[in-house]
């Protein structure tokens, strides 16, 4: 007897309809600057489900998930494939209803965030238990346009009891192993560090899950901390991650990282990342902070301008280079 | 009692000397990776480390805060995606990983999900992350916990991650790969391995000053104790120098204490 694990499955799982959807995504080389505000109001609806990239306090799409909340995106389902500072956001904006978790609540060797246990232990939120591997495979099941991949990681463990994954039978060998699905997310919202109009883009250091994730995803933002040339992708063509066919949206944003670490950059700005942790003891104090830093802000320049501007992704500039 | 060193630097130190040179080792923040700073420095300078956020064999040179921050990439040879790195696990290149929990079994099953119910729970913790990914593909788990009560104990409210499962071949019958497991646990009273057959968890060394009480009082389950175990030699002070000095000079770990 296979066993299967109790957890739901979230999102598409046809791959024949998502390689038709893909067909017919503009392959065709324009213009796709924008506004973060313009990108979030586009293409992000209540309900959809999200995928953020980078590594929860590396490289993550911060000026995106801070107009995310602005804008009051509400019943989201989510990506929780180390999930850290970006998921603390969504849980601050009350953003989502359900997510597959295999990194979830954690600042990693920072501490937990008050406010996300609380939604999380709050019974209100469906999850569906993995590990960063099967996410990772997840994601690319679907870059890969098959409706799941076989691997040997989580049996035996009720984090596969609460997930959605099934045992199978290796046809070749018989060998039990682990089918995770294919995860087609509805939106990714990713950070990189250039990208031409078009959207290819280029990552400096590890890349997480983010080639995959934009690969599997119907629609994909990007922040880029710099518009260069399409001249300057084609001198190095080796260098683009995610090809221009991928991607819906460009927005140039310098520092888009902030608070979290841009590899080559800035490093994390470990004094601002203690407050958040700190205002989420008590809820007054954490409506006080998401209302300076996120709600009252027009956009992302001014929550950096109200954190020390300048001045402090200078000295975030240093640290990151061991200065 | 006035000690040269600290638990911190104790079970660093123990579980640097686990990694052999030419090893592969897949480590976390904090502890593991200043255990694997200071094999690098002392006797092992061909040991290979890896992030599962995607850092590959990195020159650290200071501790990182993230596991995939860019300290974990400063003159690496490789910086990649994490489906690469688990894929270098599941491919059986891995020799070592290291692990934490909330709670730990007699088996070397580990809890990092929820205290209490899982749909209504007391406490939500951040769940497996890469830690059962690593448990269930590198060849040996060590574990580097403080020893108490509430940590090891009878049963797991919830196996984020595979120990030995329920003892015996259960490990390997649930399609794990073969010979893989719990190799270590490295705690501030001992040193532990676990039973060829059962399976279950076994002193292999007493630190320093510790007694078998101590053992016995800090754990919920009964640790297998044979009839001949070792005192555990203490931290050189050339291991210490390094530590110090080295690794973790602003005494981000090993200040802990």
């Given at each position: ?86 998921c603390q956001l969504l849980s601050a904006g ?81 060998k039990k192993l682990l089918a995770v699905p ?117 956009d992302f320049n001014e929550y950096i301008e ?18 | ?257």
């Amino acid at each position: 007897m296979m066993k299967k694990g109790s957890g739901e499955i979230f999102t598409e799982l046809n791959v024949d309809k998502m390689r038709d959807f893909f067909r017919h995504k503009n392959k065709r080389m324009v213009d796709k600057k924008t506004t973060v505000k313009e990108a979030i109001k586009k293409y992000v609806n209540d309900g959809d489900y999200i995928a953020t990239g980078g590594f929860g306090g590396v490289r993550i799409p911060a000026a995106l998930i801070h107009e995310l909340l602005r804008q009051g995106k509400k019943e989201l389902g989510f990506a929780g494939h180390v999930s850290t500072h970006d998921c603390q956001l969504l849980s601050a904006g009350d953003c989502f209803n359900r997510c597959d978790a295999s990194y979830i609540v954690g600042l990693e060797a920072r501490g937990l965030s008050k406010n996300a246990r609380r939604k999380f232990e709050s019974g209100n939120i469906k999850v569906t238990e993995w590990s960063n591997a099967a996410l990772s495979w997840r994601f690319k099941a679907a870059a890969m346009g098959v409706p799941y991949l076989p691997c040997r990681t989580m049996l035996g463990t009720d984090t596969f009891k609460y997930s959605a994954g099934k045992e199978i039978e290796c046809p070749f060998t018989g060998k039990k192993l682990l089918a995770v699905p294919a995860l087609y997310p509805d939106v990714a919202m990713i950070h990189v560090h250039r990208a031409d109009m078009y959207g290819n883009c280029q990552i400096d250091g590890i890349i997480v899950a983010d080639d995959d994730i934009a690969k599997a995803s119907k629609k994909v933002i990007v922040t880029t901390e710099k518009i260069i040339s399409n001249d300057e992708i084609r001198n190095a063509p080796n260098k683009t991650i995610i090809p221009f066919w991928c991607i819906d949206a460009v927005i140039e944003v310098p520092f888009g990282s902030y608070p979290g670490n841009m590899p080559g950059e800035y490093y994390s700005d470990e004094g601002h990342l203690a407050e958040w942790l700190e205002a989420e003891k008590d809820p007054e104090a954490l409506k006080k902070f998401l209302d300076k830093n996120i709600y009252s802000c027009k956009d992302f320049n001014e929550y950096i301008e109200k954190n020390g501007g300048a001045e402090k992704i200078k000295k975030l500039k240093k640290l990151e280079h061991l200065q | 009692m006035d000690k040269k060193y600290n638990n911190m630097e104790l079970m660093i130190t123990i579980a640097a000397r686990n990694l052999e040179d030419g090893a592969m080792v897949l480590v976390g923040t904090g502890v593991p990776c200043a255990a694997a700073m200071l094999a690098q420095k002392t006797k092992s300078p061909n040991l290979t480390i890896m992030f599962e956020a995607g850092g590959v064999a990195p020159l650290l040179q200071t501790m990182p805060i993230s596991v995939g921050d860019s300290r974990t990439t400063y003159k690496a040879l490789k910086a990649t995606t994490m489906a690469e790195i688990m894929e270098f696990c599941q491919a059986g290149v891995v020799d070592y990983c290291f692990l934490g929990g909330a709670q730990i079994d007699k088996y070397g099953n580990l809890n990092s999900t929820v205290i209490g119910d899982y749909y209504k729970p007391k406490t939500r913790f951040p769940g497996s992350g890469g830690a059962n990914d690593l448990a269930s593909l590198c060849w040996r788990t060590m574990v580097v916990t403080p020893q108490n009560k509430n940590r090891f104990v009878n049963k797991v409210d919830f196996v984020t991650t595979p120990g030995y499962l329920n003892g015996g071949n259960s490990r390997t019958e649930a399609g794990l790969p073969e010979n893989t497991g719990p190799y270590k646990v490295i705690t501030d009273i001992g040193v532990y391995g676990y039973h060829n057959e059962t399976k279950e968890m076994m002193l292999l060394s007493l630190h320093p000053g510790k007694t078998l009480d101590d053992v016995k009082n800090n754990t919920e389950f009964t640790i297998l104790i044979p009839d001949k175990y070792e005192t555990t030699s203490e931290p050189t002070d050339e291991e210490l120098k390094i530590l110090r000095e080295k690794v973790d000079p602003n005494k981000i770990i090993i200040g802990r204490e």
